[in-house]
């Protein structure tokens, strides 16, 4: 009897589903110098199972699923599970190269370009939340809400311990039946790849204990949403200053954190048809929900598409200050989104935009005159292809599979009333 961890090598597709392949641990050395077989057109398949017809990839064609050593997540044996070591991997060609497609080589070097154009490095964090869908009703924030997801909850912050994520706040969220679970702030790459796995380790261990948990962006059309909040900070990695800080500034926002959220505000609405993919997506990114009600960047106002975080005070809060974004949901694969802001500050920095207005905190939610998001994802996507600077950020053949992926979702849902696009989004997310 073998007691080796068999190893599992996955991607996550624009479905924002992770698939892959196991092998027993006497083929895991070469899994990872060779990788395992994959195929272009996998990445045609919806979150509803089906491979999109036509796609710009067919029948033919081979790839390679390279694990990457520095994803290694241990799942450890359990009463009637083996051990696997899951890995994530960069889908390359047979001779090794990155696939032009693979979405994790787009973050790669969307990460790359900002650092050699700026000199610094992007950290980030995506903050998730969820509902464990077979709870009994309890109090927003309460006691016994955490105390009723246990053991799982334990058991979720024990193997995001184990594996390094540094588990920061697992809590009882205001939604019913909803929970949040957040992460300590890593080079961005890492914090992507942990976004694709911290998610499956969250669906893992709830079935394992009974439950069903899900990140639908919404369960119940009146009900809470599931954001993911994705956290960002640039340092200079020689001197460790934080690049997004200014203690002089409006709001303590640098010069470059302006532009550099200029530049994701004004291609806000192709960006969330990244962020935000999914058929029910955008019922959740309407004002009054605390997700976010509109594209401006405020200080700690839970409806703007751009917030600036608070700092303790006291600590030291260049290492604390970051923007978080939040017209992010789990139904968009992490690196894309990732990628995607990326380029959009790095536009912002490169090029004249005016400085954005930076609304204070004690603005309220009275905010008239901000410009809206997308109503729907066919609005997103026409954004999307409208954007002559984001449409240009993707390989063709990656942007061509996303909006024919995302149309088939929206053909597969269409005529559903809110209630049952949101159950139907929950089903498989
Ligand atoms: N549930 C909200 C969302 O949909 C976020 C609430 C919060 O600020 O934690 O994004
Ligand atoms: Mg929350």
């Known amino acids: 009897m073998n007691h080796e961890p068999m190893t599992f090598i996955a991607t996550n597709d624009l479905a924002g589903q992770t698939r892959g392949r196991a092998v027993p641990a006497s083929r895991a050395a070469s899994a990872h110098r060779r990788g ?14 089906s491979i999109v017809v036509p796609n710009v990839f067919g029948s033919t064609g081979d790839l390679r699923l390279v694990p990457d050593a520095s994803t290694r997540t241990h799942l450890p044996a359990s009463q009637d599970h ?35 154009e700026t000199g610094l490095e992007v950290v980030a964090s995506f903050e998730h939340e969820f509902m464990l869908e077979d709870l009994d009703s309890s109090a927003p924030f309460s006691w016994q809400r955490f105390r009723d997801a246990d053991p799982f909850g334990s058991e979720l912050v024990a193997l ?102 200029a530049g994701v505000l004004a291609h806000a ?54 923007l978080e974004f939040r017209a992010c949901d789990a139904t968009a694969n992490p690196w894309l989104a990732l990628g995607t802001l990326i380029r959009a500050g790095l536009h912002g920095i490169t090029h004249e935009y005016d400085d954005p207005k930076i609304w204070p905190e004690d603005a309220g939610e009275d905010l008239a005159g901000i410009e809206e998001l997308p109503r729907d994802l066919p609005e997103a996507l026409a954004a999307l292809r409208e954007d002559a600077t984001v449409s240009t950020w993707f390989d063709q053949d990656l942007l061509e599979t996303f909006i024919a992926v995302k149309q088939s979702e929206i053909d597969l849902t269409a005529g559903l009333d809110p209630a049952a696009l949101c159950r139907r989004i929950a089903d498989v997310h």
């Open 36 to 49: 395992v077989g994959w195929v272009p057109a996998n990445l045609a398949i919806s979150s509803f199972g």
């Open 82 to 116: 083996a051990a696997v070591d899951l890995y994530l991997a960069d889908q390359c060609l047979l001779d090794g190269t990155p696939w032009s497609s693979c979405p994790r080589a787009f973050a790669r070097s969307a990460l790359a370009d900002f650092t050699a």
């Open 160 to 261: 995001l311990e184990l594996n390094g994520f540094g588990p920061e706040t697992w809590l009882p969220e205001y939604g019913e039946q909803q929970f949040e679970i957040t992460v300590e702030p890593t080079p961005a790459l890492l914090a992507a790849d942990r976004a694709v796995l911290l998610r499956e380790l969250v669906r893992d261990i709830a079935r394992r204990h009974g439950h069903r948990a899900t990140f639908a962006p919404l369960t119940d059309p009146d009900g809470s949403g599931n954001g993911v909040h994705i956290h960002l900070s640039l340092r200079d990695p020689s001197t460790g200053e934080a690049g997004l800080y200014d203690a002089g500034e409006p709001g303590g926002l640098s010069a470059l954190g302006r532009r550099f959220a």
């Open 269 to 322: 609405r192709a960006i969330t048809a990244v962020t935000a993919p999914s058929p029910v997506s955008f019922l959740r990114l309407a004002p009054h929900r605390w997700s976010a009600g509109g594209v401006f960047l405020a200080e700690r106002n839970r409806e703007a598409l751009l917030r600036i975080c608070p700092t303790m005070p006291g600590a030291d809060i260049a290492s604390q200050y970051n």
